[in-house]
């Protein structure tokens, strides 16, 4: 009796296929066959900043004596603060950032929040995960509810690091990648070199059948053989990592980077920067914070232009909340509300796009939000991703202008 192990074995070439089949991450033989149609797409990178982002202190209304009133010892210096205009300026561990703009390169969106806020890391991180207050009613993120309708093929989302996949990248019909490091993209097969080479030389073959399952397969892993020996060669080029910052941050993005440059036709990619809770003695960690943030993302942007990707790829940051605008007696702060937001890449309109919150205009004690993130949401899916917001997000939301 012929089995079709025996069929594939015979066809290419006895047990190296069926080896290759093994080696290769099942993700790269359905995503390598669409990669040469896909490399002219857009693609979203989000960077979630877990924990709640002082946004007072990452852009600093310098020109606002209420910000020094409130601000008694973790206030910048207005000699230390890197201006954007005559009222905000960046803190001075971003000078990332502040090169990002100079480029034309970066967007700032201030005061984002939404109704009736919440100050629970859970609760808040949920809203913006999934874009309602019903989770029940929604259990999927608004990122996954795009890929679900949206986003055909294999691999079109990629969570890379080592947390918990989002509740933002959660699917119904496809589920999304959690990726841990750029090794689970490599063929496995160690230092067998013979056997690669052969692989590579029984794929090359002319195939005598016409079986279209057999076509199927071999089609497969030649694409998946290409794609990994791409990445092989952009690893081991490695002069344009050597830009990125040592940090957790700089190696995600460093990565992603990589993975893109490779041709998978992945849409979005998703990374966390991890511990903004800053309760107590801030100033310290959140000036580290927003560096590896700032010199991450700096570096990202110009290895995606050196690569001719810029203009195809949006980076989106966003906090589940800010900071309260007086600091605690512990000197640092406490769960707040309204937050900047910041995107980065080459199609977008630079610079401040609004004003900042009314700081003499509180509500409990924290700025009241002026743009609801649901805004930037629907922009990003209906003038980037080109979707249909209402229908990920659950109704219509005045966009924001973004992209020029």
Partial sequence: MVTRRKMIQATFGGAALITAGAAAPPFLWGASRQASQKSDEKILV????SGGNDGLNTVIPYANDEYYRNRF??????????????????????????????????SVVQGVGYPNPNRSHFESMDLWHTAHRNTKEFPRGWLGRCVDAHLSG?????????????????????????IQSLDQFRLRLGDHQPLSQGIATNLTKQRSHSDDLLGFIHENASMAMTTSGK?????????????????????????VSQLIESGLPTRIYYVTHDGFDTHAN???????????????????????????HAERTLLMTFSEFGRRVRENASRG??????APLFLAGGRLKAGPLNQHPDMSDLDQGDLKFTV???????????DWLGVDSSEILGRSFEKLDLFI
């Fill in 282 to 308: 801030q100033a310290a960690a959140h000036a580290a914070l927003l560096q590896q943030l700032g010199d991450a993302t700096q570096a990202f942007n110009e290895d995606l232009k050196n690569k001719g």
């Fill in 154 to 178: 294999e691999l079109p989302a990629i969570h890379y690091g080592g947390e918990r996949q989002p509740l933002a990248l959660t699917t119904r019909t496809k589920p999304v990648a959690s």
């Fill in 372 to 382: 609801d993130y649901r805004r930037v949401y629907a922009a990003v899916l209906e």
């Fill in 73 to 106: 010892t973790l206030a910048i210096d207005k000699a230390q603060v890197a201006k954007i205009d005559d009222e905000i300026g960046w803190h001075p561990a971003l000078s990332g950032f502040a090169r990002l703009l100079d480029e034309g390169q970066l």
């Fill in 46 to 49: 989000v960077i979630q900043l």
């Fill in 333 to 338: 702060t406490d769960h707040g509300t309204a």
């Fill in 231 to 255: 990445l092989e060669s952009i690893l081991s080029a490695s002069d344009a990592m050597k830009r990125y910052p040592e940090t957790s941050l700089g190696k995600k993005l460093a990565a």
